[in-house]
């Protein structure tokens, strides 16, 4: 029988050094709280189970985001990267997104290195079973060996080690990723504490050895050699020269015959699998029976670390029984001698239901206690550090008494996501999507910096150097956007006549520099053949914003319209204590979706699903009455 003693208090504790682990850690500690971050196991600390890469289209958007707040994943991926990739180049910025194949091992250790140097955070080996509560308030946490933490907030990130199975083929057993320990005490404490539990799954692929791929079979995918950073922080000078590439090749007719023969001892399909699956990270099993009529599917195969021969095959997630995965393997082209390293699996976990949580990520049902992550029903690295980084940041403004920190939909996708997922909730493990934002042509990867430095700065997480280089690239787009508006083209000969020799079609009139930058076929350095260039030199990153700025000018102003008249709605705040049943008007499903929910604000109780706009005007003149009648009495 295991003794329980007191052991040191805390401001906060984090339990669980996993992505969004480390962001809230990190967070907490940098805004003064003295925080202690527990986890099962200090060499799995920010450990990647699944694909070793860090961003793609909305995830790099995450990323950038969290680095302007003052996170550091940015920061982390951008020194212990093996190539990095920008997405949709041919496309338009919004969908512009920057992605990293990371070195998993490199980047575990420089991210638990950055977390053993920090001053006011203490990290811990040990696991969490109980949560210590005090009047329906967080006052700390008891680990398995009967150490008993004091805190003032709680910030559970246990992703997906929550009563975790995996399963491989007819296989199942008690085991967190990678053969981890999985936290099943915790999860009966939180199930008896009253929290609605869901039950959702994801899977991984084998891993196989590299000396044992013929490569020549395959097809190379290098990384870009224009340089790209994820953090604000980065110099274009400290890009890699030296990158590793990543390599393609396909399933084929054979690899899907051996899948068809087998799908009868695939545990989706014995139904060993409770948990539910995520619709964007299908198995290979899945792809073949919803994709029947694809003739091959993409195979990436993804190198895990300068450190090791361990090679991640992109996009065979499976749960397949292992001598089913071995001849699969084998079936592929440059895979014949394949050598099976680990094989993949899938693995069921715990999540909380994310309604039970207020934008900032803390509990409804407990007060100080946040959770942030997979343990919210999300999947991927990106999205679990972005959450982790709110909940940091709240549970010390609520500790130091400070205003509450809500990103709306309109400023970040870390705000979009959140949102969904506390006014809408999800039924299976949620990925961020470009499709998600409305206003995705705001909540760009090149302009993260301006649409959040500021708040991170406010937060106290964004350094005088950082803050310095960030007012003089902001100060330069305004003065160069200023001048380019202020200068004017005249269809001078000489101006007509060089014009022609790019190519372009001759001036009519006289029109704004900014004007003639607007045309498509007309970029910066073109327009420079006809004004003098800017006072201050602009970088690329700056010369990039000027374009966008003025070519999307039209977009990015309606967008912004439509936020503006938004505003008023966010701001009109809906009382904790309002009785929904005293509102005979409501129809009866919005009636209960609010009360499930209970928004926070007027514009998120629009954002619910069968709350229509006739029950948001009843709420409008509601909260008028209510407000008349105070201020009357
Ligand atoms: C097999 C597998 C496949 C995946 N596939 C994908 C995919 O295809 N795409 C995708 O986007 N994402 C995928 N993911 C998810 C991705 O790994 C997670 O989204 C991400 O790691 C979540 O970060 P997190 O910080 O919430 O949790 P994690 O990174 O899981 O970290 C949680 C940490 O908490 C610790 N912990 C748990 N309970 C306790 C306790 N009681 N006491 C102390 N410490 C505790 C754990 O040991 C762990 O270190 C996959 C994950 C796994 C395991």
């Not at 069968?610 to 709420?619: K, W």
Request: aromatic fraction near 6%; include cysteine; hydrophobic fraction near 35%.
């Amino acid at each position: 029988m295991v003794h329980s003693y007191q052991a040191q208090s805390f401001d906060v504790i984090v339990v669980g050094a996993g992505h969004a682990g480390c962001e809230a850690a990190l967070a907490a500690a940098r805004m003064g709280c003295e925080t202690l971050l527990l986890t099962i196991n200090l060499d799995m600390v920010a450990f990647m189970p699944c694909n070793p890469s860090i961003g793609g289209p909305a995830k790099g958007v995450v990323v950038r985001e969290i680095d302007a707040l003052g996170g550091q994943m940015g920061r982390n991926i951008d020194q212990t990267y093996l190539q990095m990739r920008m997405l949709n180049t041919g496309k338009g910025p919004a969908v512009r997104a920057l992605r990293a194949q990371a070195d998993k091992h490199a980047y575990h250790m420089l991210m638990k290195h950055t977390l053993e140097k920090e001053a006011h955070l203490t990290l811990r080996q040990s696991i969490v079973e109980k949560l210590l509560i005090k009047d329906g308030k967080i006052c700390g946490v008891e680990t398995a060996t009967g150490a008993k933490y004091q805190a003032q907030a709680v910030i559970l990130t246990t992703g997906t080690a929550l009563r975790a199975k995996i399963i491989v083929g007819e296989l199942k057993y008690s085991s967190g990723p990678n053969n981890s320990q999985a936290s099943t005490s915790l999860a009966d404490h939180l199930k008896k504490l009253g929290f609605e539990i869901a039950r959702f799954k994801t899977g991984t692929p084998p891993r196989i050895k590299s000396q044992s791929i013929d490569y020549n079979e395959t097809k190379i995918q290098p990384g870009d050699e224009t340089p790209n950073n994820f953090s604000f922080s980065s110099k274009d000078q400290d890009y890699l020269k030296e990158q590793i590439p990543c390599w393609l090749t396909y399933t084929n007719q054979s690899s899907h015959d051996i899948i068809q023969q087998n799908l009868h001892r695939t545990p989706i399909f014995t139904g060993i699998v409770e948990g539910v699956g995520a619709r964007y990270c299908p198995s290979i099993e899945d792809k073949i029976v919803r994709f029947a009529d694809k003739k091959r599917h993409q195979l990436f195969l993804e190198p895990e670390s300068r450190e090791t021969e361990e090679v991640y095959v992109q996009g065979l997630s499976t749960s397949l029984p292992e001598d089913v995965q071995l001849s699969l393997l084998h079936s592929i082209a440059g895979l014949k001698n394949a050598q099976m390293m680990r094989p993949g699996y899938a693995i069921e976990y715990d999540v909380i239901k994310p309604h039970q949580l207020r934008p900032t990520l803390e509990t409804k049902l407990i007060s100080g206690l946040y959770t942030a992550g997979q343990i919210n029903g999300t999947s991927g690295y990106e999205e679990a550090a972005g959450q982790g980084l709110i909940a940091g940041i709240n549970a010390a403004l609520k500790i130091a008494g400070g205003e509450a920190f809500v990103l709306k939909r309109s400023d970040a996708y870390i705000g979009v996501m959140i949102d969904d997922l506390v006014t809408k909730g999800t039924m299976e493990p949620y990925r961020l999507l470009t499709s998600r934002a409305e206003y995705r042509l705001i909540l760009r990867h090149d302009n993260a910096d301006l649409r959040l430095m500021e708040m991170g700065r406010k937060l106290g997480l964004i350094n005088d150097d950082q803050w310095l280089r960030f007012a003089i690239k902001k100060e330069k787009i305004k003065n160069e956007l200023r001048r380019l508006n202020q200068l004017k083209l005249k269809p001078t000969t000489e101006v007509n006549e060089k014009i022609t020799k790019l190519g372009y079609k001759p001036l009519q009139d006289a029109m704004s520099a900014a004007q003639f930058l607007k045309r498509p076929e007309i970029g910066y350095s073109d327009l420079l053949q006809f004004i003098t260039p800017a006072v201050e030199n602009l970088n690329n990153k700056e010369v990039e914003q000027i374009e966008i700025a003025i070519k999307y000018e039209g977009y990015i102003q309606k967008a912004l319209d439509k936020i503006e008249k938004l505003k008023r709605l966010e701001a009109k705040r809906i009382p904790e204590n309002i009785d929904y049943d005293a509102i005979d008007s409501l129809a009866t499903e919005a009636r209960q979706k609010l009360n499930k929910i209970r928004p926070e604000t007027l514009a998120q109780a629009s954002r619910i699903s069968g709350v229509n706009s006739a029950d948001i005007s009843i709420l409008m003149v509601y909260l008028q009455s209510i407000s008349k009648r105070r201020s009357s009495s």
